[in-house]
């Protein structure tokens, strides 16, 4: 059996029982776009001679020579016959969450472009490398030179179709006008690890908790290249989605397994500096409960940005856009102003602060800025003591407990908490540090978390939130060995001594107003169930530190 046929066997077995694949887009339902449109198919040819396949979508009786904006995604899931794991019985364009209609109907040509190797198109994956950077520099001056184009183009996608949007602003093709960018992978490397340590990814639709090691995900998205055609595709289509050989991947998956992020692969692929100091309009949407795309170093990419018309959400989802389980009216409104102002060249104003920030409690507010100017880092020095690496079941000797007294005011944590921590042990072992909600009934929520391999002096940087802790409540902070849901590690079974831990906590000086309309999504009361634990009440109330907040003079 030839290695192209094991894995077409194996990507079948992943749609029939699997899981959304790493990077991916969530699965939701399949349904078509209820804008009636014209569906071709072209083929772009590439400077190294590679050819892109593009499925072109015009709004329904719309002549050939009339010109209209454009709308691209260019991306790894959109073979006709499967989206992810979903089987595409039907074939043709897969639409499935691209919200296709919202820009049909507003006048826009909205066109799929597969990425090398996926789909229709010719080539070998390369993981956001040179490769894929030139097919969205390709993609988006093929679409901007068109006859039925404007010449002007907008990207927009989610996760991987994110991850290419900011490939187009890196590599500035002529004729890309703004993007929008949600959930994206902006570092592949602190993406797959955490300062080396593999992130793990949820087991959809059957579990969201972490059960697959990102060392996976080099393997996973084989089996997605390998997806076989549909039988109605065409002769090149066909050849494409069938042709490629095993020479292709075995550098690609040892790169991709490599958890030093100081090689060139890894390197080359941080669009974190290509792109500073960009003037391109950038819409970035990052969720503070994504399993997948984790609020990281996005939110380092944001303040990184140049001077231009960018806005952001940042707030309580996963792995989505807020079309829809937000809990918010007004997504859709300001993603299509975005684009009628920037691509379409629309008389329009884009609604909305620059920032909308949505709180764990629900509240939803406008900012100017993220962290915002009167975040202060107020310092807490935790407990100290000894814990044991060996993962698996959980018990006492695996974490040091530091806790707050009960707060008599409403704390703002706004912003990425961080913690350094002086260790001896083996390097071999991890240190985790996890920040809690404790309510006065002792139950313990979790707020944030971050994790380093140990040495002698250890900086963890977590991810980002914005949570605020009710009056009455304290702030617990675990130390631990790892998060076993979170992070994959082989324990070291060996013991670890915190000599010194300081704790930096970002909070807002000044009290929130919530301006903008929303609620509690749907994600909120999924992390309550998922992300609590009862703690005993000797925990609580043996293991207090002191923790002085800010007066709103602070800044």
Same mark, same amino acid.
């Given at each position: &059996?030839?290695?192209?046929?094991?894995? =077409?066997? %194996?990507?079948?077995? !992943?749609?029939?029982?699997?899981?959304?694949?790493?990077?991916? =887009?969530?699965?939701?339902?399949?349904?078509?776009?209820?804008?009636? /449109?014209?569906?071709?198919?072209?083929?772009?040819?590439?400077?190294?001679?590679?050819?892109?396949?593009?499925?072109?979508?015009?709004?329904?009786?719309?002549?050939?020579?009339?010109?209209?904006?454009?709308?691209?995604?260019?991306?790894? /899931?959109?073979?006709?016959?499967?989206?992810?794991?979903?089987?595409?019985?039907?074939?043709?364009?897969?639409?499935?969450?691209?919200?296709?209609?919202?820009?049909?109907?507003?006048?826009?040509?909205? !066109?799929?472009?597969?990425?090398?190797?996926?789909?229709?198109?010719?080539?070998?994956?390369?993981?956001?490398?040179?490769?894929?950077?030139?097919?969205?520099?390709?993609?988006?001056?093929?679409?901007?030179?068109?006859?039925?184009?404007?010449?002007?183009?907008? &990207?927009?996608?989610?996760?991987?179709?994110?991850?290419?949007?900011?490939?187009?602003?890196?590599?500035?093709?002529?004729?890309?006008?703004?993007?929008?960018?949600?959930?994206?992978?902006?570092?592949?490397?602190?993406?797959?690890?955490?300062?080396?340590?593999?992130?793990?990814?949820?087991?959809?639709? !059957?579990?969201?908790?972490?059960?697959?090691?990102?060392?996976?995900?080099?393997?996973?998205?084989?089996?997605?290249?390998?997806?076989?055609?549909?039988?109605?595709?065409?002769?090149?289509?066909? *050849?494409?989605?069938?042709?490629?050989? &095993?020479?292709?991947?075995? @550098?690609?998956?040892?790169?991709?397994?490599?958890?030093?992020?100081?090689?060139?692969?890894?390197?080359?692929?941080?669009?974190?500096?290509?792109?500073?100091?960009?003037?391109?309009?950038?819409?970035?949407?990052?969720?503070?409960?994504? /399993?997948?795309?984790?609020?990281?170093?996005?939110?380092?990419?944001?303040?990184?940005?140049?001077?231009?018309?960018?806005?952001?959400?940042?707030?309580?989802?996963?792995?989505?856009?807020?079309?829809?389980?937000?809990?918010?009216?007004?997504?859709?409104?300001?993603?299509?102003?975005?684009?009628?102002?920037?691509?379409?060249?629309?008389?329009?104003?884009?609604?909305?602060?620059?920032?909308?920030?949505?709180?764990?409690?629900?509240?939803?507010?406008?900012?100017?800025?993220?962290?915002?100017?009167?975040?202060?880092? =107020?310092?807490?020095?935790?407990?100290?003591? @000894? /814990?044991?690496?060996?993962?698996?079941?959980?018990?006492?000797?695996?974490?040091?407990?530091?806790?707050?007294?009960?707060?008599?005011?409403?704390?703002?944590?706004?912003?990425?908490?961080?913690?350094?921590?002086?260790?001896?042990?083996?390097?071999?072992?991890?240190?985790?540090?996890?920040?809690?909600?404790?309510?006065?009934?002792?139950? %313990?929520? !979790?707020?944030?978390?971050?994790?380093?391999?140990?040495?002698?002096?250890?900086?963890?940087? &977590?991810?980002?939130?914005?949570?605020?802790?009710?009056?009455?409540?304290?702030?617990?902070?675990?130390?631990?060995? =790892?998060?076993?849901?979170?992070?994959?590690?082989?324990?070291?079974?060996?013991?670890?001594?915190?000599? %010194?831990?300081?704790?930096?906590?970002?909070?807002?000086?000044?009290?929130?107003? *919530?301006?903008?309309?929303?609620?509690?999504?749907?994600?909120?009361?999924?992390?309550?169930?998922?992300?609590?634990?009862?703690?005993?009440?000797?925990?609580?109330?043996? %293991?207090?530190?002191?923790?002085?907040?800010?007066?709103?003079?602070?800044?």
């Amino acid at each position: &059996m030839s290695g192209r046929s094991v894995l =077409v066997r %194996a990507l079948l077995l !992943v749609l029939g029982v699997l899981v959304v694949v790493t990077g991916g =887009v969530p699965v939701t339902g399949s349904a078509q776009p209820q804008a009636p /449109y014209q569906w071709r198919q072209d083929y772009i040819d590439g400077p190294d001679g590679n050819r892109l396949h593009a499925d072109i979508l015009r709004p329904a009786g719309l002549a050939d020579d009339v010109r209209t904006p454009v709308i691209l995604t260019v991306s790894p /899931y959109r073979a006709h016959s499967a989206y992810l794991s979903e089987p595409r019985i039907e074939g043709g364009p897969s639409v499935e969450n691209l919200t296709v209609e919202l820009f049909l109907n507003a006048g826009y040509t909205y !066109v799929i472009v597969d990425l090398r190797g996926f789909g229709g198109s010719s080539g070998c994956p390369d993981f956001g490398g040179p490769g894929e950077r030139a097919d969205v520099s390709t993609a988006v001056e093929w679409a901007a030179s068109q006859p039925w184009s404007t010449g002007k183009v907008g &990207m927009w996608g989610t996760s991987y179709e994110a991850w290419t949007g900011l490939m187009g602003l890196a590599t500035k093709p002529k004729g890309l006008a703004a993007v929008a960018a949600f959930e994206p992978v902006v570092d592949p490397y602190t993406y797959l690890y955490m300062q080396g340590v593999s992130w793990k990814f949820s087991g959809k639709p !059957v579990t969201e908790q972490g059960v697959r090691p990102s060392d996976l995900a080099g393997f996973e998205h084989v089996l997605i290249a390998s997806t076989p055609p549909h039988p109605g595709d065409s002769p090149e289509y066909q *050849a494409n989605a069938l042709q490629l050989p &095993m020479q292709c991947y075995a @550098r690609y998956l040892e790169q991709i397994t490599d958890h030093n992020g100081d090689t060139a692969f890894w390197r080359d692929r941080d669009l974190i500096a290509k792109l500073a100091g960009n003037t391109t309009p950038l819409f970035l949407g990052q969720g503070f409960l994504d /399993y997948n795309t984790r609020a990281y170093r996005s939110l380092e990419l944001w303040n990184n940005l140049g001077p231009g018309d960018h806005k952001a959400w940042f707030g309580q989802w996963g792995h989505q856009t807020c079309h829809e389980k937000c809990a918010t009216p007004h997504f859709d409104t300001e993603l299509l102003a975005f684009f009628d102002k920037h691509v379409a060249g629309r008389d329009v104003q884009i609604p909305g602060p620059r920032i909308t920030v949505g709180q764990f409690d629900g509240r939803w507010r406008g900012e100017t800025q993220w962290p915002a100017a009167d975040t202060v880092r =107020v310092p807490v020095e935790l407990r100290t003591g @000894r /814990y044991t690496d060996r993962g698996l079941l959980p018990g006492p000797d695996r974490e040091i407990w530091s806790v707050t007294e009960p707060f008599g005011r409403e704390v703002h944590v706004s912003g990425i908490p961080s913690a350094t921590v002086s260790l001896s042990g083996p390097p071999t072992a991890t240190v985790a540090v996890e920040l809690f909600d404790i309510g006065p009934d002792n139950r %313990a929520v !979790v707020i944030t978390r971050g994790i380093a391999p140990v040495s002698e002096t250890a900086h963890i940087q &977590m991810l980002a939130q914005d949570w605020v802790i009710a009056a009455g409540h304290r702030l617990g902070v675990r130390i631990t060995d =790892v998060v076993d849901d979170v992070w994959s590690h082989s324990p070291a079974f060996a013991d670890v001594t915190v000599t %010194a831990a300081h704790l930096e906590v970002p909070i807002l000086t000044e009290p929130r107003t *919530a301006d903008l309309p929303g609620g509690i999504g749907e994600a909120i009361p999924k992390w309550h169930r998922n992300k609590t634990r009862t703690l005993d009440a000797g925990v609580v109330n043996n %293991a207090v530190v002191p923790m002085n907040l800010p007066t709103a003079t602070d800044r």
